[in-house]
C-alpha cells in the first residue's frame, strides 16, 4: 500500500435507482462490538436472494478492532480498550462514541456491483456527505478510506461471503481521538486523523447521518427505508422485530 499524498480518483456512474429497498435499521446507545458482528455474519449466512439489502447504523463502545490481514506490531499501547481479531480486510482501527459506524449488507450479485467499485461507492457517498458542510475530501490510491489534507476522516474494511457485503465504514464526526494514538491506524504509522466537528461540520451524530444514509443509497442505487432495529437472540442472531409473534 501507498501513503502517498491523496488524490482524487475516478469512479463509476450512478447505478439507476430501483424501487428495491434499503432497510435502514438504527441501533440506539453504544453496541458491543462481537454481538453486532456475529449477527451481521449470521445475517449474511441466512440470507436467500428475495432477503431485502439493509443498512444497520451504530455506535460501539470503545474497541480496536485486527482484520484479516492486520498484525499485531500496529496495536501499540491498547490500555484498557480491547482488542478483537475480525474477519473483515483491513489492517487496525479504532471504534468509540462519537464516530458513525455502518454497515450495508448488500448483494452485490443483484446490484450489478463488483468488490471494487461497490468501496469506492461507499467512499464517494462519504466525500459528498462531507461536501454538504464545504469540506473537500479526497481517496488516496492504495489505502481504502477517505482523507481530508492528508488525515483520515472515515476507514472502511469489509468482508464479502457469497457475493453479500458486511462490515462496513466508520466515520469520525465528533469523538475522543486518543484512542488512534495507541495505534498505527490502518497500519500506517503517524497516520493522523480528523473528525468532522473539527473541520466546522455539525456535532450531533444523527444529523450527519441522515445526510450519510442518503448518500449511501443514492451510491448503490436503492431506496433507503427505516426499519427497527434488530434484536439479538442468544446466539447473536438478528431478529427483525416485525417478525417476532406478540
Same mark, same amino acid.
Given at each position: ?8 480518483? *475516478? $469512479? ?7 424501487? @428495491?429497498?434499503?432497510?435502514? &435499521? ?14 451481521? +455474519?449470521?445475517?449474511?449466512?441466512a &440470507? ?11 455506535? $460501539? ?5 485486527? /482484520? ?6 500496529? #496495536? ?8 478483537? %481479531?475480525?474477519? !473483515?480486510?483491513? +489492517?487496525?482501527?479504532?471504534? /468509540?462514541?462519537?464516530?458513525?459506524? %455502518? ?6 450479485? &443483484? ?12 467512499e ?10 464545504? #469540506? ?25 461471503? @457469497? ?9 469520525? #464526526? ?7 494514538? &495507541? ?6 504509522? =503517524?497516520?493522523?486523523? #480528523? +473528525?468532522?466537528?473539527?473541520? /466546522? ?15 449511501l443509497? !443514492?451510491?448503490? =442505487?436503492?431506496?433507503?427505508? *427505516?426499519?427497527p432495529? $434488530? ?6 442472531r438478528?431478529v427483525?422485530?416485525a417478525?417476532v %409473534?406478540?
Amino acid at each position: 500500500m501507498s501513503n502517498d499524498a491523496p488524490v482524487a480518483m *475516478p $469512479h463509476s456512474p450512478l447505478p439507476i435507482p430501483d424501487s @428495491r429497498p434499503l432497510l435502514i &435499521r438504527r441501533f440506539p446507545g453504544l453496541q458491543a462490538y462481537e454481538p453486532m458482528w456475529r449477527a451481521m +455474519q449470521a445475517f449474511t449466512d441466512a &440470507r436467500t436472494p428475495e432477503t431485502a439489502d439493509e443498512l444497520w447504523v451504530v455506535q $460501539h463502545a470503545p474497541v480496536f478492532t485486527l /482484520g484479516q490481514a492486520g498484525k499485531w506490531e500496529h #496495536v501499540l499501547m491498547p490500555g484498557d480498550i480491547p482488542v478483537l %481479531a475480525v474477519d !473483515r480486510g483491513g +489492517q487496525v482501527t479504532y471504534h /468509540g462514541p462519537g464516530q458513525i459506524v %455502518a454497515y450495508p449488507l448488500v448483494d452485490l450479485r &443483484r446490484a450489478s456491483l463488483g468488490v471494487r467499485e461497490f468501496v469506492q461507492r461507499i467512499e464517494q457517498a462519504i466525500i459528498d456527505t462531507l461536501a454538504d458542510w464545504n #469540506v473537500i475530501a479526497l481517496r488516496k490510491d492504495g489505502a481504502p478510506g477517505v482523507y481530508v489534507n492528508g488525515a483520515k476522516i472515515a476507514a472502511l474494511g469489509l468482508r464479502v461471503r @457469497r457475493g453479500c457485503t458486511f462490515h462496513g465504514l466508520a466515520f469520525n #464526526v465528533n469523538m475522543d481521538l486518543e484512542p488512534f494514538s &495507541r495505534i498505527n491506524p490502518c497500519g500506517f504509522q =503517524g497516520l493522523e486523523v #480528523v +473528525q468532522l466537528a473539527d473541520l /466546522g461540520g455539525p456535532s450531533r451524530l444523527s444529523e450527519v447521518e441522515n445526510v450519510l444514509v442518503a448518500h449511501l443509497a !443514492r451510491q448503490f =442505487g436503492l431506496d433507503a427505508q *427505516p426499519a427497527p432495529p $434488530h434484536t439479538f437472540d442468544a446466539g447473536a442472531r438478528a431478529v427483525d422485530p416485525a417478525s417476532v %409473534a406478540v
